[in-house]
């Protein structure tokens, strides 16, 4: 995991982009994970780097979805339809929809790589990580080209400064 600097929760969509590259970083050692288990077999360092996995999904970052169903995604779709904005519409509801999925994906992973990380387990399910990295590198592409594009006009400072505080917030009583 990164030595990152905390996001800066007064630029709420930098602060996404960011848990965006954390998240792709994440996806980037897990699928590398993967290919030592192949060769190296779970040895000491495939254990560390599974809890570490489990710790950014399960961590600070596992905020970003309520960041975005509870907080950004409402205020984009008022402003979506404000704006008669149909396919923005269409983009979040789908968006929220493939949160749901990416759970359903990771739920047996996380279980698996818990078991790795304990050294109960030297295995990963191969296509179970394929899909899960599909899923999150699509899923964060449409938010990253189409989501937050829109939400940089569509927001005034106003509501970013909300935004921002609610994610702060999230943090604080997590």
Same mark, same amino acid.
């Given at each position: 995991?990164?030595?990152?600097?905390?996001?800066?929760?007064?630029?709420?969509?930098? =602060?996404? @982009?960011?848990?965006?590259?954390? &998240? $792709?970083?994440? *996806?980037? !050692? %897990? +699928?590398?994970?993967?290919?030592?288990?192949?060769?190296?077999?779970?040895?000491?360092?495939?254990?560390?780097?599974?809890?570490?996995?489990?710790?950014?999904?399960?961590?600070?970052?596992?905020?970003?979805?309520?960041?975005?169903?509870?907080?950004?995604?409402?205020?984009?779709?008022?402003? =979506?339809? @404000?704006?008669?904005?149909?396919? &923005? $519409?269409?983009? *979040?509801? !789908? %968006? +929220?929809?493939?949160?749901?999925?990416?759970?359903?994906?990771?739920?047996?992973?996380?279980?698996?790589?818990?078991?790795?990380?304990?050294?109960?387990?030297?295995?990963?399910?191969?296509?179970?990580?394929?899909?899960?990295?599909?899923?999150?590198?699509?899923?964060?592409?449409?938010?990253?080209?189409?989501?937050?594009?829109?939400?940089?006009?569509?927001?005034?400072?106003?509501?970013?400064?909300?935004?921002?505080?609610?994610?702060?917030?999230?943090?604080?009583?997590?």
């Amino acid at each position: 995991m990164s030595d990152r600097p905390a996001p800066d929760f007064s630029r709420p969509l930098e =602060a996404m @982009r960011a848990s965006h590259e954390c &998240l $792709l970083a994440g *996806l980037d !050692e %897990l +699928e590398d994970l993967v290919s030592r288990l192949s060769l190296e077999g779970a040895d000491a360092q495939a254990r560390k780097t599974a809890a570490a996995v489990m710790a950014r999904f399960d961590g600070k970052e596992a905020m970003h979805e309520p960041d975005e169903d509870v907080d950004l995604f409402p205020l984009l779709h008022e402003s =979506a339809v @404000r704006l008669g904005r149909g396919e &923005l $519409l269409t983009a *979040l509801r !789908e %968006l +929220e929809l493939e949160h749901a999925v990416m759970r359903d994906v990771y739920a047996p992973l996380r279980e698996q790589l818990a078991a790795l990380a304990e050294g109960r387990s030297a295995r990963l399910d191969v296509e179970r990580v394929a899909r899960f990295a599909w899923l999150c590198r699509r899923h964060i592409g449409t938010e990253a080209s189409v989501i937050l594009p829109f939400a940089g006009e569509a927001l005034d400072e106003a509501a970013r400064q909300r935004l921002g505080e609610q994610m702060a917030k999230r943090r604080r009583t997590a």
